[in-house]
């Protein structure tokens, strides 16, 4: 192999390093009751996902408090929604949103990596972003609880896997 083919090839795996596929998700939460999970990010068996920045909007006027964090258990039987590759063409995410459990929601997180409490406004709301990337270790979740009684919410987020 020459130089310049041995030079293309290590730009292509930095290329590759850099520039990992981008995946998007939103939902509607259910949750509005206070000491509960509204929305959980669920990391698949293999991929450590990358979150890039997580969002929610109030969609009545109840007033809400909000704590972003890792649950002390993943819940158990979600009603789980795949995230979306905004490139057509990547490959399938294995990261899931869910704001149901069939059997158990996860649990409070020990300590929360962000908080926000939101006035009784429609549309009041948060977006957290992580420019470095915020990790989900495989298998495990991030989530957003609600520390005071909140009205229903839009959430989306936007990760790397």
Request: proline content about 6%.
């Amino acid at each position: 192999m020459d130089f310049l083919t041995v030079s293309r090839e290590l730009k292509l795996e930095t290329y590759k390093e850099a520039f990992m596929a981008i995946y998007s998700l939103s939902q509607r939460t259910v949750v509005t009751a206070a000491a509960g999970a509204t929305w959980e990010i669920i990391a698949g068996a293999v991929r450590r996902p990358r979150i890039l920045e997580i969002g929610l909007s109030q969609v009545t006027a109840v007033a809400g408090t909000y704590g972003l964090g890792r649950p002390a258990a993943v819940g158990v039987d979600p009603v789980p929604v795949l995230f979306s590759a905004e490139l057509v063409g990547d490959h399938v995410s294995t990261v899931n949103g869910a704001v149901a459990w069939s059997t158990t929601a996860p649990t409070v997180p020990t300590l929360y990596l962000r908080r926000v409490t939101c006035p009784a406004t429609i549309g009041a709301g948060v977006i957290w972003t992580f420019p470095r990337g915020l990790y989900i270790a495989a298998t495990l979740s991030i989530v957003i609880w609600v520390i005071a009684t909140a009205p229903v919410c839009d959430v989306w987020c936007v990760l790397d896997e």
